[in-house]
């Protein structure tokens, strides 16, 4: 019923919620965009563009930039967001250190491609991410990005991070741009488990956030082991609003 009433209303620009759902990350989106007002969405590890269609949903309108390592997936980036005048994409890695580091493309849309060698739990667990091929990608760092490409200076700026365990240098990586109090909101994937050799964990992420001032907004679940332990979850943190 849902997918009908769905297809039905889409043309007029509406879509269904069950009202048990309301709290979902469209919503949380909405709300840090009402009251943070960012001027810049940085969205690292853009695959093929499916939080950037999620902020344009939410009802922002500002500048949005898409950074994707995989030369696939940054094509469809590209062609994404061919249209839309406030939106850049970007066919780098993010790190804390520049240099130039192997890619394994993974998963069936590329959503699992990490600089990180998977390690046995991703291999027990996610059987149909296979790697499908290595390429080698230029690494930089988000401070030097910024700085690179501002042609006005970003007073807030809004994170999301999605790099399959190298979540924690991508934050880092924004540099001076942590200690002026420029991040307004962090939206971060969490590894409970790791399925990745040397991957950060959620608490060395969850200390830097505390160090930040930023408080959590919106939890959701990603994967879990049969057991029902959590492998990973997703979480946006924002800067109180006083």
């Known amino acids: 019923m849902r997918k009908f009433l769905d297809r039905l209303l889409a043309p007029l ?6 009202k048990r759902n309301i709290h979902n990350e469209l919503n ?8 943070l007002k960012p001027d810049l ?17 939410a009802g922002y309108n500002g500048m949005i930039w898409c950074v994707e390592p995989s030369p696939s997936q940054y094509e469809n980036i590209q ?8 939106s850049q994409c970007f066919n780098y890695g993010i790190s804390d250190k520049a ?3 192997k890619l394994s493309v993974s998963g069936k849309i590329g959503d699992l491609s990490s600089f990180l060698n998977q390690n046995k739990l991703y291999e027990e667990r996610f059987r149909s991410g296979s790697t499908t091929c290595e390429v080698d990608v230029e690494v930089i760092n988000l401070e030097s990005l910024i ?7 970003y007073k807030k700026i809004f994170l999301k991070t999605d790099t399959q365990g190298m979540d924690l240098k991508v934050i880092k990586s924004l540099g001076s741009f942590l200690q ?3 991040l307004v909101a962090i939206k971060s994937e969490m590894s409970v488990k790791q399925i990745y050799d040397e991957s950060s964990t959620h608490w060395e992420i969850l200390d830097l956030i505390k160090s930040l001032r930023l408080e959590p907004l919106y939890f959701e ?17 924002t800067r109180p609003i006083i």
């Not at 620009?13 to 069950?18: C, D, E, F, M, W």
């Not at 679940?221 to 943190?237: G, K, P, Q, T, V």
């Open 147 to 153: 700085k690179s490409e501002q042609t006005k200076k």
């Open 99 to 101: 240099g130039i580091l």
């Open 28 to 35: 949380a989106l909405i709300h840090a965009f009402t009251l």
């Open 41 to 57: 969405v940085i969205d690292v590890g853009a695959n093929n563009g499916q939080f950037y269609n999620l902020c344009r949903k």
């Open 180 to 182: 002026d109090n420029s």
């Open 13 to 18: 620009g509406y879509s269904v919620i069950r």
């Open 221 to 237: 679940h990603i994967s879990r082991m049969d057991n029902y332990e959590l492998i990973e979850y997703d979480a946006i943190f």
């Open 79 to 86: 062609t994404l967001l061919s249209d839309d005048v406030n």
